[in-house]
């Protein structure tokens, strides 16, 4: 059983810095993809950032130059550095993990408030 844990979410003003972790824990021999999601009020969940077990990173259009995702595989953790954030950030954080011969695990979601 895999679980994901994030933390690191909260209020921040426009134009501040957050920085979110994810932790997995329980029975992985691997990891594959790493990465996170958001999903705002009334909207739908949309992706945010990507790294693979190699170290290669996708973003959104919106995250990139100013959302650094990063992992440590021997940790099984991934973090994502939100810098210049805007009100528009405003959303609830997932993370996802994608276990060797498993299915996507998803965390319980971070709140990221921007706001003055």
């Known amino acids: 059983q895999v679980q994901l844990v994030e933390t690191g979410g909260g209020l921040v003003q426009p134009g501040g810095s957050l920085r979110l972790s994810c932790a997995a824990s329980?029975?992985?021999?691997?990891?594959?993809?790493m990465g996170w999601y958001r999903q705002a009020p009334g909207k739908q969940r949309e992706f945010v950032a990507r790294?693979?077990?190699?170290?290669?990173?996708n973003y959104a259009v919106s995250a990139k130059g100013r959302f650094t995702i990063s992992r440590d595989n021997a940790e099984k953790t991934v973090s994502l550095q939100m810098n210049s954030l805007k009100p528009e950030d405003t959303a609830v954080y997932y993370c996802?993990?994608?276990?060797?011969?498993?299915?996507?695990?998803w965390g319980q979601g971070t709140q990221v408030t921007v706001s003055s």
């Open positions: 790294i693979t077990s190699s170290g290669s990173t």
């Open positions: 329980g029975s992985i021999r691997a990891i594959y993809d």
């Open positions: 996802y993990a994608d276990p060797a011969g498993g299915t996507r695990k």
